[in-house]
């Protein structure tokens, strides 16, 4: 009795072993097939994609899958062919995942109607926060039917810069939403952003805030020119941005540089119709600039309200310096070189210096090719031309004005030159 009590005792505890071994190794499976598939079709979650039905909670819980994968490589996958409707979403992080991705090769649109906004994560559409090796690619496009936010009676104030006033009146906020932007980058390091269309947003297209090592490329950005404050790519508070060889036809700055930004190059854009290269607008309020190591090369603009343009507001504090604008070509563009402080007697402005405008070539749609516009107790310093050729349309001869700027002309850059208010003739078209 005693052996058989043994080889009983024995049986048991082998197959309890076996059971739990069993259960083990069926949760293995189970979650290396989520993990090891590193691929996360929105469709998995019930994503339909037929343009209709809201597939926002489908798209959060593909999201949070691909976040959470072990994986050093995991793609949350929204595929050709197909349209998807989606409120505002927030991805956010950070993830398990080194290299988290999203492969949009569909459609994404916004709601088309104002009332249907609401809960927008930091006034914006598609928000991305605390991710670090996000990277965004694919053939997709997305849509933000920005048309509702534009039309009507606020139309009649976009001449006036004064859209938000009439914006608040016209409409009332959605809950949270206030004419959102499409897309944002929030505290996201290591970012790519590559080869998608951006369309019709409410707002601004594209913001980068509080971001370091991003790249943006291959990209297209497009809204009609007259659709108000629809930016390219607003940059704040960031550091080693490169934007290079992209689209961009809007209604607003191509490619607006903000406060506490460095380290920034802005390459083989393509920018126009809108408001040009800017950097700025920076102070406002009394606010204390930080802007430094700009490089802003290749580019090309075609028929914008300004080219190269720096812009700040009187009574601001701070600096913006190390800016450089390096082979531009310039097609039919207003106010192609300017430096706008807002001239007037205010006793502080941010401090604009170091600025190099080097192989700038093409034409302007009027003869006041080039302004500085600077500060009468700050002026601009260390202003450096080389190689700037501006023609008018017309025929006519070009002129430039500068108001308190210090510059080095070439071939005698030691001989520093200030201009109090004074007006140059460029040339006449040959």
């Known amino acids: 009795m005693g052996h058989d009590h043994v080889t009983l005792f024995a049986l048991s505890f082998d197959n309890r072993v076996e059971s739990h071994l069993g259960l083990f190794f069926l949760f293995c499976i189970f979650y290396l097939d989520i993990c090891l598939a590193i691929t996360f079709d929105v469709r998995q979650y019930g994503a339909v994609g037929n343009g209709n039905t809201d597939d926002s909670k489908a798209f959060l819980q593909a999201w949070k899958a691909t ?12 595929p050709a ?8 979403l927030l991805f956010s992080g950070p993830c398990i995942s080194q290299s ?23 006034n914006t559409w598609i928000m991305f926060s605390q991710i670090n090796g996000l990277n965004v690619y694919g053939k997709g496009k997305l849509n933000g039917n920005g048309l509702p936010w534009w039309q009507g009676s606020n139309l009649r104030y976009l001449h006036n810069n004064n859209f938000e006033y009439s914006f608040q009146y016209k409409y009332p906020r959605m809950g949270s ?3 959102p932007t499409a897309m944002r980058f929030s505290q996201c390091n290591n970012l790519e952003v ?18 370091n090592n991003v790249k943006i490329y291959e990209i297209k950005i497009i809204a009609p020119e007259n659709s108000p404050n629809t930016d390219g790519i607003d940059i704040s508070s960031s550091t080693n941005i490169h934007i290079m060889n992209s689209i961009i036809r809007t209604g607003d700055d191509c490619v607006a540089i903000n406060n506490k930004c460095s380290n920034i190059i802005i390459e083989g854009v393509q920018c126009g ?13 009394g606010d204390y600039a930080q802007v430094e190591g700009i490089l802003v090369k290749n580019c090309t603009l075609t028929r914008t309200t300004n080219g190269a343009r720096i812009k700040t507001w009187p009574g601001g504090n701070g600096y913006a310096r190390n800016i450089t604008f390096e082979n531009i070509l310039l097609h039919n563009t207003k106010n192609p070189i300017i430096i706008d402080q807002h001239y007037c007697n205010t006793t502080h402005s941010v401090k604009v210096s170091n600025v190099n405008y080097i192989n700038i070539q093409g034409t302007s749609v009027t ?20 190689n700037v050729n501006i023609k008018s349309i017309s025929d006519e001869k070009t002129y430039s004005t500068m108001n308190n700027a210090i510059f080095d002309p070439s071939p005698h850059p030691q001989r520093s030159i200030y ?7 460029l040339g006449k078209n040959e």
């Open 194 to 211: 590559k080869g998608l269309t951006h369309i019709n947003p409410p707002r601004n297209h594209i913001s980068i805030n509080d971001c």
């Open 81 to 88: 062919e197909k349209t998807f409707f989606i409120r505002s």
């Open 67 to 78: 976040c959470a994968c072990t994986r050093d490589t995991a793609v949350m996958v929204v």
């Open 367 to 386: 003869k006041h090719a080039i302004l500085l516009d600077c500060s009468t107790h700050v002026p601009c310093t260390n202003i450096v031309f080389k």
């Open 177 to 179: 939403c206030s004419r």
């Open 100 to 122: 988290p991705q999203i492969q949009i090769d569909g459609t994404l649109i916004a709601p088309d109607d104002i009332n249907k906004w609401a809960e927008c994560a930091s």
């Open 273 to 285: 119709p809108g408001h040009g290269l800017s950097v700025g607008s920076l102070g406002k309020g």
């Open 419 to 425: 201009f109090r208010s004074s007006v140059f003739k």
